[in-house]
């Protein structure tokens, strides 16, 4: 059976910060691609940040220079390290496996929130 699992969200004041972490079951882990997009009420889901196997990464604009993704084959896990949040950063965040930087793939996490306080 495949999984992606998240932990680390919760309440953190503007400026704070938050580590998430996906943990992945399955064959899933050996998709090129996986990362991290993020839902607000009422507006659709966004890519956040995806990282390949090879390396190479893709951030959203807005969290670029305060997000940074990694991920850890060994363990089967992806990080999202979330600095300097802002109000606007609070969202439910999904772990997502795919093949591409730019398009979520087929396989989603249960998510976890993110609420970042003014």
């Known amino acids: 059976q495949v999984h992606l699992a998240e932990s680390g969200g919760g309440l953190v004041r503007a400026g704070g910060s938050l580590r998430l972490s996906c943990a992945a079951s399955g064959s899933i882990f050996g998709r090129n691609a996986m990362g991290w997009y993020r839902q607000a009420p009422g507006k659709l889901r966004e890519l956040v940040a995806v990282i390949t196997i090879g390396g190479p990464t893709n951030y959203a604009g807005s969290v670029k220079g305060r997000f940074t993704i990694s991920r850890d084959n060994a363990k089967n896990t992806v990080y999202l390290q979330m600095d300097s949040l802002k109000p606007e950063d609070t969202a439910v965040y999904y772990c997502?496996?795919?093949?591409?930087?730019?398009?979520?793939?087929?396989?989603w996490g249960q998510g976890t929130q993110v609420t970042v306080s003014s």
């Open positions: 997502n496996a795919g093949d591409l930087l730019t398009k979520p793939g087929p396989y």
